[in-house]
């Protein structure tokens, strides 16, 4: 049964003078306070109308009869109610805004920092990204207009809530701008997607504040991109390299072609391009390679495997690289003359402290979950073909 505006009743009376005497006096004030707070949550009297216009606090009028519930509530216990009274209004502050106002597919928290760094990234590469709340997680998907690239991320953390399914979506750059943010600055923000905005709420550790910011979705009709078709490529070779040198591949091959061609079998990887004028080759032995991972198909007699890529999308998404630690990895998936998969992966971090208003007290940035990038990037015509392979291919490929 809902409870409503009247039913807020006084709690059972507790032995005020033994839980003195055995310690037990705030477990039982933070048990009331719980259950007031549930309760008044539950109240089916309550509207949006108890909030401010900005939506940063509640309306005097509802303060007013929130005295008058919590006196109700607490009138065995005069000399609690005063003293937990501010606790009470913060703690369901949240609670009851998200139930009434916002009414979200879902929420998660993270460090403000790696979430503006994550959309700035994308931002890179795609402006316009759609949101979608599963759940399991937060996937971020989007493809560039011609259809050659197409990159799915994966927000998944302790801090993630699921309401019900559904999809939104955003312009990343301005959402970055929003978010920007320097790492010592020491913020925890949480997305709550809702159904007609998205709400920002953030905490700051260094200058003790707290921001609610509303975010304006956009129209964006993205045509149901092709994951499943691409998730069921069986990619014969897997290998990895680390930022500096997918940087170093980038800048030597951009000096004489627009265009890659990777090359790889189980001991060595080649990455070429050719111009008007040079042609340019870079290998790396298995010994300079993280990781090199080869299993032949039984369906051609070649030992390798091999793609050609624009430099301008992979430059693209080489944006993803900020994100990684020094000691992070880029992995890539090949088969020949099919979509590469590049997938980066990076810890989720949120700020802890013992009193996140307290300047003195100790911060650190506690491991939540990770975000998993997986773009898809469609081949261009290798500058060789295999005969079996058809000479009048287009130019390059879409999804």
């Known amino acids: 049964m809902v409870e409503s505006n009247n039913e807020i009743k006084s709690q059972p009376s507790y032995d005020w003078n033994k839980a003195i005497k055995t310690g037990q006096k705030d477990e039982i004030i933070t048990t009331l306070r719980e259950q007031f707070i549930t309760n008044l949550i539950k109240d089916s009297s309550l509207n949006g109308s108890i909030f401010t216009e900005k939506l940063d606090a509640f309306t005097p009028s509802f303060l007013e009869s929130l005295k008058t519930k919590i006196a109700t509530f607490f009138e065995k216990y ?19 805004l998200e139930r009434l106002v916002i009414k979200p597919y879902g929420k998660i928290t993270l460090n403000t920092f790696q979430l503006f760094k994550i959309f700035e990234s994308i931002s890179k590469i795609e402006s316009e990204i759609q949101i979608k709340c599963t759940p399991e997680q937060v996937n971020i998907v989007f493809m560039d207009p011609s259809r050659i690239l197409l990159s ?3 927000l998944s953390a302790d801090t993630y809530s699921f309401y019900k399914e559904g999809k939104v979506s955003i312009n990343a750059e301005d959402f970055a701008k929003l978010l920007n943010c320097a790492k010592k600055e020491l913020c925890n923000s949480t997305l709550f997607f809702g159904k007609d905005q998205l709400f920002i709420q953030t905490e700051s550790q260094k200058y003790q504040s707290n921001l609610l910011d509303r975010f304006n979705y ?5 045509e149901e991109a092709p994951t499943e078709n691409l998730e069921n490529i ?19 091959i951009n000096e004489v072609s627009e265009i890659v061609e990777f090359e790889g079998s189980s001991d060595r990887l080649l990455f070429s391009g050719s111009g008007a004028r040079a042609e340019r080759t870079i290998t790396f032995s298995k010994r300079d390679l993280s990781l090199i991972e080869y299993e032949s198909s039984n369906e051609n007699d070649r030992d390798y495997e091999a793609s050609a890529h624009s430099l301008t999308f992979l430059k693209a998404i080489n944006s993803y690289s900020q994100l990684l630690e020094k000691d992070g990895v880029i992995t890539f998936y090949m088969k020949y003359d099919h979509p590469i998969k590049v997938v980066y992966e990076i810890n989720l971090t949120q700020v802890e402290s013992n009193n996140i208003h307290s ?12 975000f998993k990038a997986t ?19 287009e130019d390059e490929d879409e999804f």
């Open 234 to 252: 069986d990619y014969p070779l897997k290998f990895q390299i680390n930022p500096d040198q997918f940087q170093y591949i980038l800048k030597k």
């Open 152 to 154: 799915i991320g994966f």
């Open 359 to 370: 300047s003195s007290s100790k911060v650190k940035e506690i491991p939540i979950g990770s």
């Open 375 to 393: 773009t898809y990037l469609a081949p261009r015509a290798l500058e060789k073909q295999d005969e079996e392979f058809d000479e009048d291919i």
């Open 218 to 222: 956009i129209e964006l009709d993205l």
């Open 78 to 96: 005069s000399s609690v109610k005063d003293t937990i009274y501010e606790s009470i209004i913060s703690q369901s502050f949240e609670p009851l």
